[in-house]
């Protein structure tokens, strides 16, 4: 078993038997049943059991296969969307990779004018949202929850929840943590849009970190006194 294979271990695992029978049709694509069995050295009897476990964890789906035959073209099988987790994804390491270039040929202060203007077009989003809801200043609770739904959408699984007169804006998922261990600078200006987006009513302050061996980010959000 090769270095990529999914084992039975891992949480997406897939059997030994399946994992061919997904390899095989990402390169054939639609393919009948009767294709992919030749195509492994196998029986259909051995095949069909396993692509209806596949199918059961929504791994394939039934597509119809086209071959330039005359007649009605036969229903075989074809990956499903949801497939594509099980193959290498190198966007993390493509990403460190740009960012390292970024800094290597531009210098610092031209990445952080770029990773400035992408805080900014995220915050122009955020405040879009904040005036589309009718959601003001004064209302330090709508704004953390918009933020929270904006963050999980883009992957943060972010929740909010009440610590007494505070607000904790908890982040259980980093998606960027890769390129956020080589540029520090990514978590930075994230504490900065954060505080931008709440605004001058209330203070963040960060207090856990993923990257300082905490399990999760956890923002505490406070709001400030009016005497």
């Avoid at 030994?16 to 049709?25: E, H, S």
């Avoid at 740009?98 to 955020?126: K, S, T």
Wanted: proline share 3%; hydrophobic share 40%.
């Amino acid at each position: 078993m090769s270095a990529t294979m999914i084992t039975m271990d891992e949480p997406s695992g897939i059997g030994d038997a399946q994992r061919r029978i997904v390899d095989y049709l990402k390169r054939a694509g639609a393919s009948t049943t009767t294709a992919i069995a030749g195509a492994l050295g196998v029986t259909t009897q051995a095949v069909r059991p396993q692509l209806v476990e596949l199918e059961e964890r929504g791994l394939v789906k039934t597509e119809t296969v086209v071959t330039g035959a005359r007649g009605r073209p036969p229903v075989g099988w074809a990956l499903s969307p949801l497939a594509i987790d099980l193959f290498p994804d190198r966007h993390s390491d493509l990403t460190v990779e740009l960012l390292a270039m970024m800094r290597a040929e531009l210098g610092e202060e031209a990445l952080d004018r770029v990773l400035a203007a992408r805080d900014a077009a995220h915050l122009r989003e955020l405040q879009h949202r904040l005036e589309a809801e009718g959601i003001d200043a004064a209302d330090i609770g709508g704004r953390v929850a918009v933020l929270a739904d904006q963050r999980s959408r883009q992957g943060y699984m972010a929740e909010v929840i009440a610590d007494g007169d505070d607000l904790l804006l908890i982040e259980h998922h980093c998606p960027v943590c890769a390129a956020a261990t080589t540029c520090q600078s990514l978590c930075r200006n994230e504490l900065e849009l954060f505080r931008s987006v709440i605004g001058e009513n209330a203070d963040v302050e960060r207090r856990q970190h993923l990257l300082s061996g905490d399990e999760r980010c956890v923002y505490r959000i406070r709001a400030r006194s009016s005497s």
